[in-house]
T-cell receptor, first 113, second 114 residues
Framework: KQEVTQIPAALSVPEGENLVLNCSFT??????LQWFRQDPGKGLTSLLL?????REQTSGRLNASLDKSSGRSTLYIAASQPGDSATYLC????????????FGTGTQLKVEL | DAGITQSPRHKVTETGTPVTLRCHQT?????MYWYRQDPGHGLRLIHY???????DKGEVSDGYSVSRSKTEDFLLTLESATSSQTSVYFC?????????????FGPGTRLLVL
């Protein structure tokens, strides 16, 4: 059974700092890995999707990397802003069809002024 | 934003009563999913659908049933609600074309079972 772990569970940083969120998974047989953002009381918003054949994806100040063989992914946020405060979740899609995702429990990020 | 709505958005019910949650999409996506989100567990898949009248179980399907009679609607039913089903329920959709597509999530339904 696939298990996805995110460390740390919570993180507080000053505005402007570059930061890294970590995600690890136990079964390397994945099709892709996705990073989502969740604001309090809201649904999830997709940030980046990395296919299993890719090493990284970038969108604006966000860069996500994938090392499938070691079961790890990182989300790098450059020049953090208070608006980046949210919970960040990673999820992996495994074989078996259906685009089914297994989620980590998330990292709650607070960016302070 | 993807056109996904969930109803109701909040519900309080009593143990033993039936509850139905509705997910409606305007994107004509093939796949629809129901997740529950609980502290310490993240999101867990309850059931999903890969077409009209085509559904399958997820990781935590016990106590839940689903139906999909139209492309745009996916219903989640708790036949006899229990306190352990108190949770936030999210619906998601994906196009499912070729695999690797992202999922788009609805705003969630907060369910409290007393």
């Amino acid at each position: 059974k696939q298990e996805v772990t995110q460390i740390p569970a919570a993180l507080s940083v000053p505005e402007g700092e570059n930061l890294v969120l970590n995600c690890s998974f136990t079964d390397s047989a994945i099709y892709n890995l996705q990073w989502f953002r969740q604001d309090p009381g809201k649904g999830l918003t997709s940030l980046l999707l990395i296919q299993s054949s890719q090493r990284e994806q970038t969108s604006g100040r966000l860069n996500a990397s994938l090392d499938k063989s070691s079961g790890r992914s990182t989300l790098y946020i450059a020049a953090s802003q208070p608006g980046d405060s949210a919970t960040y979740l990673c999820a992996v899609e495994g074989p078996g069809g259906g685009n089914k995702l297994t989620f980590g429990t998330g990292t709650q990020l607070k960016v302070e002024l | 934003d993807a056109g996904i709505t969930q109803s109701p958005r909040h519900k309080v019910t009593e143990t033993g009563t039936p509850v139905t949650l509705r997910c409606h999409q305007t994107e004509n996506h093939r796949y629809m999913y129901w997740y529950r989100q609980d502290p310490g567990h993240g999101l867990r898949l309850i059931h999903y659908s890969y077409g009209v009248k085509d559904t399958d179980k997820g990781e935590v399907s016990d106590g839940y049933s689903v139906s999909r009679s139209k492309t745009e609607d996916f219903l989640l039913t708790l036949e006899s609600a229990t306190s352990s089903q108190t949770s936030v329920y999210f619906c998601a959709i994906s196009s499912g074309q070729g695999g690797g597509e992202t999922q788009y999530f609805g705003p969630g339904t907060r369910l409290l079972v007393l």
